[in-house]
């Protein structure tokens, strides 16, 4: 996993998540890029992030190649944080 922060609530990123199977001793390996933006809709702080992955090894001909992904965040106060201060 990297992250980059060039600032301004952005974030440039990997995190790609593989997969062995030992019974087929099949791979899932995806190139991944992650961009996500911290912003305010509203009062409501919101982490958008997109996701781009593509599968250089699948197990089969019929899985997907590409896959994209939206993940939007409601960004909230952290309660753990207040009581080990």
């Known amino acids: 996993m990297f992250r980059v922060l060039p600032g301004s609530g952005w ?5 790609p998540i593989m997969n ?4 087929s001793e ?7 890029l992650v ?3 911290t912003t305010h809709f509203g009062n409501t702080p919101l982490k958008i992030e997109l996701e781009f992955n593509y599968y250089v090894e699948q ?12 993940n939007i965040t409601p960004v909230v106060p952290n309660f753990i944080e207040r009581w080990i201060r």
């Open 35 to 37: 961009v996500s933006k």
């Open 26 to 32: 099949d791979w899932t390996i995806p190139l991944n």
């Open 11 to 15: 974030s440039v990123g990997s995190v």
């Open 59 to 70: 197990p089969d001909a019929f899985g997907p190649e590409w896959m994209i992904g939206l």
């Open 20 to 23: 062995y199977n030992w019974e």
